[in-house]
């Protein structure tokens, strides 16, 4: 069985198929609505059960984020990413960074995109400073501009495609809030797979 599966799989890719329908590639069934990226992003990423804020300035950024850490009482602060450090220091971050990711409360990347009709942060292994501080820490807060924002899936890869060209990171990964399972009797379950709290801290820019 498991032969005649690998014999139709080599002889479809010696005989690839061309698309039936290649008009259907270049069009999109998704259409903008009439209000701002920021909005539909944050109305898609908190339905998700996504944690939302708006900043007007990085410096606002760190200040509500030092709100944050005051309110959930986290002070292992885990960023792998030296330009994010410096953002942080340039406006009186008052924690220590945390070298160990294992045993962090939270951990702070960039991203590469947002997609607003889905709610979705597109993340990869240049933008989050490795592959694992968004998934690997019980919260992930990922830190991202106006100008990031795209409408669809495919906005967002075009963007990839332009800034990167042939040489795209090791690791591209889309994450649309916190994880979630329902594989247990049917019961959504948050936090087993990866972070159980998702933060975006919107920038204008």
Not at 47 to 75: D, H, I, Y
Not at 92 to 118: F, G, K
Not at 141 to 153: E, K, P, R
């Amino acid at each position: 069985m498991k032969e005649n599966i690998l014999k139709k799989i080599r002889q479809a890719l010696v005989t690839p198929v061309a698309m039936p329908f290649p008009e259907t590639d270049k069009e999109t069934v998704f259409h903008p609505p009439g209000q701002e990226l920021d909005i539909t992003f944050a109305e898609s990423f908190t339905r998700l059960q996504g944690n939302f804020s708006f900043c007007f300035t990085p410096e606002e950024m760190v200040s509500q984020m030092q709100v944050l850490a005051e309110r959930k009482q986290w002070n292992k602060w885990f960023c792998n990413q030296p330009a994010l450090k410096q953002m942080f220091g340039r406006y009186n971050w008052p924690y220590q960074w945390h070298n160990q990711l294992s045993d962090c409360h939270a951990s702070i990347t960039t991203c590469e995109a947002l997609v607003a009709r889905t709610g979705t942060m597109i993340l990869s292994s240049t933008a989050s400073g490795g592959r694992t501080p968004s998934v690997y820490a019980p919260a992930h807060i990922c830190v991202a501009f106006t100008s990031q924002l795209v409408y669809d899936v495919r906005d967002g890869l075009e963007k990839l495609q332009a800034k990167y060209g042939e040489n795209l990171p090791s690791l591209i990964s889309f994450a649309s809030g916190p994880s979630r399972t329902a594989d247990i009797e049917k019961t959504l379950v948050t936090g087993v797979h990866g972070p159980k709290e998702v933060y975006c801290f919107l920038i204008e820019d």
